[in-house]
């Protein structure tokens, strides 16, 4: 049995389902249900034995204690953080407390289990920690893509706040020896992605007629991965990563943000046009730019193929078209989950 921590959330809900389509160990999923964490994501496991959901916080360390005696888990993989720039931006303290302090309550209880352990078990136990490319800072142009030996130079309250964890995660490892592991991923994308962040955000727009919104000049530059591979990716980290090691997952697609829509909009003109005949890039619009923007981010994953041979199955070009695809199938989970509070966030963030 493994635990997961926010798995009702993006790319937690991917994992889990993924988890138990193709395994079958359980999993207990933990996840404290904040706006981005979504039950729905989940519907297809709600008669499933080996899915069991706990509403909860990671920085409840007695309920974390009391799961974990529980359930005896072999391993935990922690994806709970609150992880939107823009959030941070206007509310840092949230990601402060759930980020590094959360982080720091799940791995007290996490140690105090293992350290409990039969040598046998406590030799197989593994924690794994899933952080973000941004800790490394912003690149520029020319300069070759983050690996695992880059400095760490966050941008954010959000990439400080994962930072630190990833600090802690790395301190209780050559501190008091737990068996860690820690993946850096690049931007994701794909089904169940919340529409605040750029791709679902520019399709549910698109869809209902509204603006596009590009911040800046649209050319800054993210590397995508679609969340199957970045799933896929920390299974094998799960199942033969070194302890102690860090490991960075890209997709190998570096697109600039207006690139990115503009493949949007032809997607959606070729499987939904628009009324009118017109394309939907004729809604893109440019918006004031957010503070302290990071001008690009790439990963370079050589040695998670190297050591592990994983490689993304999909590439942008088929990963966007079957992410589209996916919202225009699911436009009553899309209206769910943007409710009046989505609304008002939206409006507060890229004007009216």
Not at 94 to 99: C, G, L
Not at 154 to 183: C, E, F, I, M, Q
Request: charged share 20%.
């Amino acid at each position: 049995m493994i635990l997961t921590t926010g798995g009702a959330g993006f790319i937690g809900s991917n994992f889990v389902l993924d988890w138990c389509a193709l395994n079958g160990e359980p999993v207990i999923n933990l996840d404290k249900l904040t706006y981005a964490g979504n039950l729905e994501n989940l519907a297809s496991l709600r008669d499933n034995p080996k899915h069991v959901f706990v509403h909860g916080d990671i920085g409840d360390i007695e309920l974390v204690r009391r799961l974990l005696q529980e359930y005896q888990p072999r391993a935990v993989v922690n994806f709970a953080a609150e992880s939107h720039v823009d959030r941070s931006i206007h509310g840092p303290g949230e990601f402060i407390q759930t980020n590094i302090v959360g982080t720091f309550h799940l791995l007290e209880a996490v140690r105090e289990y293992w350290g409990a352990l039969p040598d046998d078990r406590k030799a197989a136990f593994r924690f794994l920690h899933v952080s973000t490319d941004e800790v490394y800072g912003s690149l520029g142009k020319d300069d070759p893509a983050f690996r695992e030996t880059n400095r760490y130079e966050p941008n954010s309250p959000y990439s400080a706040s994962k930072a630190a964890s990833d600090h802690l995660v790395r301190a209780y490892h050559h501190t008091y020896g737990l068996p860690v592991l820690t993946t850096n991923c690049s931007n994701n994308y794909g089904p169940y992605h919340f529409p605040e962040k750029l791709i679902p955000l520019c399709i549910h727009n698109a869809l209902a007629g509204k603006p596009l919104p590009i911040y800046g000049d649209g050319q800054q530059i993210r590397d995508w991965l679609y969340v199957k591979d970045h799933c896929s990716a920390i299974r094998r980290v799960l199942e033969a990563g070194q302890l102690g090691e860090v490991y960075n997952v890209g997709g190998w697609n570096e697109k600039a943000n207006l690139d990115v829509v503009r493949t949007l909009c032809a997607i959606l003109d070729e499987l939904s046009p628009r009324a009118d005949g017109q394309s939907y890039a004729t809604q893109i619009t440019f918006v004031t730019d957010r503070p302290g923007h990071d001008r690009r981010y790439a990963i370079d994953a050589t040695r998670l193929e190297r050591e592990l041979g994983w490689k993304p199955a999909e590439t942008f070009e088929t990963g966007i078209r079957k992410t589209v695809q996916w919202y225009l199938d699911n436009q009553e989970w899309v209206q769910n989950v943007t409710s009046g509070s989505y609304r008002a966030w939206v409006g507060q963030q890229y004007g009216a």
